[in-house]
């Protein structure tokens, strides 16, 4: 097994090696973090550290597939500008020899205590799994301290994802996990020093209460409060398809309800898709220092087509969201883009009030490969309205059945795919396009889409459409290039 010094080496030389290549591709971003070279997936240990923000990644340096995973590193004093850091874990240990897995980051007297799991196998594949803990004086060096929680009887191996944080002078886990009966979970432990760890039970999922048959495993589970609320979001495993919901190979979502500190229970009500679009999973959560409970998510979701993204050739794959600032409203959780994003602006807006009536244009000066638009005090009288983005990606409202609807061109095989939920109406669109990648903000964030896609490279046109009348008001800003 290679020691730490060693596995860094190697990543940095397969950076170096495909730099060129990774950087010509066509569809590669403007300002959404992705990896330098080969396989990026879920945000780890999202933390806002001594003032710098930090976002640890799975990343597997050595090609486009997944396996014996590294924690990737970028910081940023700002939200926009990103900085890759050197690699901060990889799978020297044998607690962890087949992966350093997801996990959280939380600041303890001064220095930056990550929890991660420990992926092991053998050779028949079985697998053992470590809660592991590693800890930093300067946010880039870890000192690992090895493993701190092992496998509770209640659960199989799969077993992993922790996530850690302070709560009436107490720290408190939740990992996600499998029964022993094959049920999706929530697990719960408690300490009193980060080190020695109790395990309490199950919080939610397993053989009870609302989510006691909701599939076989839940991940990357984060429990938080949000106003008066304490919110958990997880992504489940196992789901089936129902009507406009769970069409994912896997979901991304959240419950609400009540957290009880001293007895461990959760109290809370039914699950809610996060994101309606083809590309969501893993988020990860931190609170900052204005108050704010911010999110990233893994623009993918795995076993989902992953090997068929064009960017394989260049030898690079997935990428995280834009950060989005989370906000409790009547019950629902709504994701907004956060304010410092404004700072990727280039020029002053393109501005034009629009009203149409069954016809399609293009309006002057909106186009482009990095984008924002928002649309405003939209009014669909009747029938649909919709905007084509690269005639790749395509954004519909149906009046008459209050649904919105995005579909884009399949990379798999070119036919149309949709994903949609109910929408009662629609006033106003925030989107955010990006070369590959694109992000909806409807009604503010109470719903949101999130989808890769590859238009065709010299395709730059945004078109609007409408069956009846239609009018909004429009604004679009070109996005600077930090990536």
């Not at 940023?76 to 799978?91: C, F, G, I, Y």
């Not at 429990?223 to 958990?232: A, G, P, T, Y």
């Amino acid at each position: 097994m290679l020691s730490d010094d060693q596995f860094r080496r190697k990543a940095f030389e397969e950076v170096t090696k495909h730099k060129e290549l990774v950087e010509q591709d066509s569809y590669r971003l403007h300002y959404h973090i992705m990896p330098p070279v080969g396989l990026l997936n879920d945000p780890n240990g999202f933390i806002q550290w001594n003032g710098t923000y930090h976002l640890f990644y799975q990343w597997m340096p050595f090609k486009t597939g997944h396996g014996a995973k590294f924690w990737g590193h970028y910081s940023s004093e700002d939200l926009v500008n990103w900085k890759h850091e050197e690699v901060a874990l990889t799978p020297s240990e044998w607690y962890e020899k087949n992966g350093c897995y997801s996990g959280s980051a939380i600041e303890h007297e001064g220095n930056m205590y990550v929890f991660y799991t420990g992926n092991v196998k053998d050779d028949n594949g079985d697998r053992e799994s470590y809660q592991c803990l590693a800890i930093s004086e300067d946010g880039i060096q870890f000192e690992k301290k090895g493993p701190v929680v092992e496998l509770p009887t209640e659960y199989t191996a799969h077993f992993r994802d922790p996530k850690v944080w302070k709560q009436d002078e107490r720290y408190f886990m939740v990992v996600g996990a499998q029964t022993t009966e094959l049920k999706g979970a929530v697990a719960l432990l408690r300490s009193n020093d980060l080190v020695d760890w109790t395990h309490v039970g199950i919080l939610t999922g397993g053989g009870s209460g609302e989510l006691k048959n909701f599939g076989y495993m839940f991940e990357c589970p984060d429990l938080f409060r949000l106003d008066d609320k304490e919110v958990l979001i997880f992504s489940p495993q196992g789901l089936e398809a129902e009507g406009m919901k769970y069409q994912n190979v896997y979901q991304a979502g959240y419950v609400i309800g009540t957290f009880n500190p001293s007895n461990g229970t959760y109290d809370h009500g039914e699950f809610e898709e996060l994101d309606r679009g083809f590309d969501f999973y893993a988020p990860q959560t931190t609170e900052d220092h204005l108050g704010r409970r911010l999110l990233f998510a893994w623009m993918s979701v795995p076993d989902q087509d992953e090997q068929d993204h064009p960017t394989i050739g260049h030898q690079w794959l997935h990428n995280m969201t834009i950060p989005r600032e989370l906000k409790l409203i009547d019950g629902k959780v709504f994701q907004v883009p956060v304010q410092e994003l404004k700072d990727l602006r280039a020029g002053i807006a393109i501005e034009h009030e629009v009203e149409m009536q069954h016809e399609s244009l293009q309006l002057e000066g909106v186009s482009g490969k990095a984008v924002e638009l928002i649309l405003e005090n939209i009014v669909v009288s009747d029938g649909w309205f919709d905007l084509t983005i690269g005639g790749a990606a395509r954004v519909t409202y149906s009046k008459k059945q209050n649904t919105i609807t995005l579909e884009r061109q399949s990379y798999v095989d070119g036919v149309v795919e949709k994903r949609q939920c109910y929408l009662e109406n629609l006033h106003s669109l925030h989107l955010f396009i990006d070369t590959s990648s694109l992000e909806i903000f409807v009604n503010g964030g109470e719903e949101t889409f999130t989808a890769r896609f590859y238009p065709a490279p010299n395709n730059e046109t945004i078109r609007f459409g409408a069956s009846k009348m239609s009018r909004f008001k429009l604004k679009k800003w070109e996005l600077t290039k930090v990536f």
